[in-house]
C-alpha cells in the first residue's frame, strides 16, 4: 500500500467532476487500499479520490471512534436527504488546519457498491451524514470552502498558497 500524496486547495484538479467506475478489477481494489492507508495515515475520517488526483467515484471512510471500520462507496448516489438541517464543523485533508461550519442536511439515504460491485444502500446521521455529503462534493468538484462566505474563502486560500510556497522553500 502506498501513501498517496492529497491535492491541496486552491488546486485545480480538486474541481474535476469524477467519472463513474466501470471496472471492479484488481487495479481498484489496489487504489482503495491505498486511500484507505492514505486517509488513516493523514489523519482523516473521510477520502475521496479526486483529492488523491483520482478523478473516479470513489469514496474511503471511517468515522468510528476505534478507528477500524473502513467504508468504501463506489458510484455513491444520493437517494434522500432531510429537510432538517444542523451546523457541523468540518475540516478537509485538502485544507489543513482550517475548520470552518457548515450547514448540511442532517439525514441522508445513499446507495452505491462495495469495491467488489456489489450494490448496497446506507442511511446515516451526524458525522456518517455529514463526511457522506463532504466527500461527495469532492466527487462533483467542490471544496468545503465553497459553503463559506466569500471573505473566508479568499483568506484560505491566501493562506493555502502562503503555506504552499513555505513548503517549497
Not at 488546486?11 to 487504489?31: E, G, I, Y
Request: with cysteine.
Amino acid at each position: 500500500m502506498a501513501i498517496l500524496p492529497i491535492l491541496c486547495y486552491p488546486d485545480p484538479r480538486l474541481r474535476v467532476v469524477a467519472k463513474p467506475v466501470v471496472h471492479f478489477d484488481d487495479s481498484l481494489q489496489a487504489t482503495v487500499a491505498d486511500m484507505a492507508h492514505t486517509m488513516y495515515e493523514a489523519p482523516g475520517v473521510g477520502l475521496a479520490a479526486t483529492q488523491v488526483d483520482i478523478h473516479l467515484r470513489i469514496i474511503v471512510m471511517d468515522v468510528s471512534d476505534a478507528r477500524n471500520e473502513l467504508l468504501v462507496f463506489i458510484n455513491p448516489e444520493l437517494l434522500w436527504v432531510s429537510e432538517e438541517k444542523k451546523l457541523w464543523k468540518e475540516g478537509c485533508l485538502s485544507v489543513p488546519d482550517f475548520f470552518d461550519e457548515v450547514e448540511r442536511p442532517d439525514r441522508v439515504q445513499v446507495k452505491a457498491h462495495d469495491q467488489f460491485g456489489r450494490p448496497f444502500e446506507v442511511e446515516g446521521d451526524g458525522l456518517l451524514a455529514v463526511c457522506l455529503q463532504h466527500e461527495m462534493d469532492h466527487l462533483l468538484g467542490k471544496v468545503f470552502v465553497e459553503y463559506l462566505s466569500p471573505l473566508k474563502r479568499l483568506r484560505i486560500k491566501g493562506k493555502m498558497k502562503k503555506r504552499e510556497r513555505s513548503l517549497q522553500e
